[in-house]
T-cell receptor, first 113, second 110 residues
Framework: GAGVSQSPSNKVTEKGKDVELRCDPI?????LYWYRQSLGQGLEFLIY????????KSGLPSDRFSAERTGGSVSTLTIQRTQQEDSAVYLC???????????FGSGTRLTVV | GQSLEQPSEVTAVEGAIVQINCTYQ??????LSWYQQHDGGAPTFLSY????GLEETGRFSSFLSRSDSYGYLLLQELQMKDSASYFC???????????FGKGTRLSVIA
């Protein structure tokens, strides 16, 4: 596609429920990243997929968080048993070469009530 | 680990020049990047410096000094639309993700 697509754009969920966030990267981009951003804060790394290599999960804050990337393309970030501190904007990005930078999606704003 | 420091806020006058500094500490180094983010928007890539020196792209320039673990973003002929947050970011190697600074909020005033 023309850009990185994320869905849903907004998600309100009750504490304790599971949520799935989707990312459709730019076709041909081999690397895919998930970050989250709390209001007025920087970007916190969550997980990174590069080609067929094992993902770098070093940023996942707890075992309630998981992600997969199917067929080297679409990725899903799953948060189980959501907590209020999970409320944030979840950003997905893809890239081809470092010199060209990351292209970010518009994000999913998650609110846990 | 890695850490980056940049000022939290900067205010500048329309038409002026502003410099946003970034210092970093990292075990390895694979380039310094800059991203712009408008309120409610997604971060967008501005520049990437792998080697020392100045890279210029229109009104924006980015500088890197690897020996000083320091870089800056220079914005010239400031416009109101430049009001945004600016993030510097580094990575340890070609196979690691970017680590972002906390961002500098730039306010351009008339």
């Amino acid at each position: 596609g023309a850009g990185v697509s994320q869905s849903p754009s907004n998600k309100v969920t009750e504490k304790g429920k599971d949520v799935e966030l989707r990312c459709d990267p730019i076709s041909g981009h081999t690397a895919l990243y998930w970050y989250r951003q709390s209001l007025g804060q920087g970007l916190e790394f969550l997980i990174y997929f590069q080609g067929n290599s094992a993902p770098d999960k070093s940023g996942l804050p707890s075992d309630r968080f998981s992600a997969e990337r199917t067929g080297g393309s679409v990725s899903t970030l799953t948060i189980q048993r959501t907590q209020q501190e999970d409320s944030a904007v979840y950003l997905c990005a893809s890239s081809w070469k470092e010199a060209y930078g990351y292209t970010f999606g518009s994000g999913t704003r998650l609110t846990v009530v | 680990g890695q850490s980056l420091e940049q000022p939290s806020e900067v205010t500048a006058v329309e038409g002026a020049i502003v410099q946003i500094n970034c210092t970093y500490q990292t075990s390895g180094f694979y380039g310094l990047s800059w991203y712009q983010q408008h309120d409610g928007g997604a971060p967008t890539f501005l520049s990437y410096n792998a080697l020392d020196g100045l890279e210029e792209t229109g009104r924006f320039s980015s500088f890197l000094s690897r020996s000083d673990s320091y870089g800056y973003l220079l914005l010239q002929e400031l416009q109101m639309k430049d009001s945004a947050s600016y993030f510097c970011a580094v990575r340890n190697s070609g196979n690691t993700p970017l680590v972002f600074g906390k961002g500098t909020r730039l306010s351009v005033i008339a």
